[in-house]
């Protein structure tokens, strides 16, 4: 992606469906022999990723719509995801659950390690194994059989996302009662329980540290549409806020960016709702502050290097802690080529700025680091060249285009 930064963005931009929240929706499709429809799918890499492995299940995809997604598993035909594509989507791990629930048996490769951190599963097979599954490790693969799963009780050591995921979608199908402790509680989670209640499920409490669910025989087709993409939101609020800018982003869900807008404001921006999203704008000098990453409703890791190339630009030294994944700084050093003042040590990285970035070729390593040196080449002087940019594709939806829309002057490589 090449950046010729410098340009405030101004104008609107709509946002698209949440990746992950669409993610798991999908999966959830394994769980009826009816077709389920899913509207407001983002088209990106990581969902035709989700649809092959869907595939190789004998679940039928076909688009109805730019953005409408069918998924039908009339009958299933195999119960496997393979390591090639685990490796290059580890959300497609969350297919554990539902292909238990559907099929009484799943062998779904361990994902491995991470750019940003080990990002073990463990949680997901506790969690398995207590609604009743045989679980073995082999060959890299997680083989799990059961005839019928079990309600049970489970604690969570962490709120795990996906853990707690692969648990709601074992436990629809369970017999009786299971509750899901120190659950997740972002609005992802909430997006699939409404989902699965959309298909017949019965569950209380999603969005909370604690999920019910009353077991049923049978799940339904259903008619979903996908919540909108708070990280995009959040993404596209600090490159407006980095350039100087003044946007409208609609389909902003305020009540999801709590925490986003409350840094972002305390930094200097000025936020105010409107008609079906959010405005945007920065007028005067950004003032440092001090964030810590934390499971929702604190703010998003999604969001840190994105916050991190933003607070290059404030006048003094913010500091951000990185709590959820170990190594997710892959960003600053890039950031430092382009004049950036990061210093890190552990989870900690203080940023000093205001410093003048400067266009530089740089190398993306992960989806939001790649979005934090976007934000940073389109503050930056002259032209900042971002390469890997299949990261971006995974998770930001027509990104050049949207952010040409709002004047940023950036276009996509052709060997890209
Ligand atoms: N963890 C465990 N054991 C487990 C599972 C998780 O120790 O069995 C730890 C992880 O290592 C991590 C923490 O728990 O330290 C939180 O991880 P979580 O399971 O919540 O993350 P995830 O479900 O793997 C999702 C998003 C990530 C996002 C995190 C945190 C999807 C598909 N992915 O991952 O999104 O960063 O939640 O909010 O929903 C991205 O979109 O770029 C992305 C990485």
Redesign the pocket.
């Known amino acids: 992606m090449i950046i010729h930064g410098g340009a405030p963005l101004r104008g609107v931009v709509e946002l698209s469906g949440s990746?992950?929240a669409t993610?798991p929706i999908m999966m959830a499709a394994v769980l009826t022999d009816e077709p389920v429809v899913i509207r407001n799918v983002p088209r990106l890499r990581d969902v035709k990723t989700a649809i092959e492995l869907l595939g190789g299940l004998g679940v039928a995809a076909r688009w109805l719509g730019d953005h409408e997604l069918e998924l039908h598993a009339r009958a299933l035909s195999g119960h496997e995801a393979p390591y090639d594509l685990v490796k290059t989507m580890?959300?497609s791990f969350v297919v554990l659950g539902p292909l238990l629930a559907r099929a009484g048996r799943a062998r779904v490769s361990t994902p491995g390690g991470c750019a940003?951190?080990?990002?073990?599963?463990?949680?997901?097979i506790a969690g398995v194994r207590a609604l009743g599954a045989r679980v073995q490790m082999r060959h890299g693969y997680v083989e799990a059989h059961a005839a019928r799963l079990i309600g049970a009780r489970i604690w969570l050591?962490?709120?795990?996302?996906?853990?707690t995921e692969n648990i709601l979608m074992a436990a629809v199908r369970a017999r009786g009662r299971t509750v899901i402790e120190n659950a997740?509680r972002?609005p992802?989670v909430r997006d699939l329980a409404r989902m699965l209640a959309a298909m017949g499920a019965r569950i209380a409490g999603a969005g909370t540290h604690v999920i019910e669910v009353e077991g049923v025989d049978r799940l339904h087709g259903a008619d979903h549409a996908v919540i909108p993409d708070r990280?995009e939101a959040g993404s596209l609020m600090a490159a407006t806020v980095a350039t100087g800018g003044d946007v409208i982003i609609r389909g902003a869900p305020a009540g999801d960016l709590e925490a986003v807008v409350a840094k972002l404001a305390e930094a200097g921006a000025e936020i105010s709702p409107v008609a079906d999203g959010l405005r945007i704008a920065r007028n005067g000098p950004l003032r440092p502050i001090e964030l810590r990453t934390l499971?929702y409703p604190g703010f998003?890791?999604?969001l840190q290097a994105q916050m991190m190339a933003l607070l290059t630009q404030a006048d003094g030294a913010s500091v951000i802690t990185e709590t959820?994944?170990e190594n997710r700084f892959m960003h600053a050093q890039e950031l430092i080529r382009m004049g950036a003042d990061i210093v890190m040590k552990g989870a900690t990285a203080v940023v000093r700025g205001p410093s003048r970035l400067s266009g530089a070729p740089v190398m993306a390593t992960?989806?939001?680091a790649s979005m934090g040196l976007i934000v940073a080449g389109l503050a930056a002087e002259n032209t900042t060249t971002v390469s890997r940019v299949y990261h971006l594709d995974r998770?930001y939806e027509a990104l050049d285009r949207k952010l040409g829309a709002l004047g940023a002057r950036i276009e996509r490589a052709a060997d890209e």
Request: proline residues 11%; aromatic residues 2%; negative net charge.
């Open positions: 990746k992950n993610l580890r959300a940003i951190g080990a990002r073990p599963v463990n949680l997901h050591d962490n709120p795990s996302v996906g853990a997740a972002e992802e990280i499971p998003p890791t999604d959820i994944f992960d989806l939001r998770g």
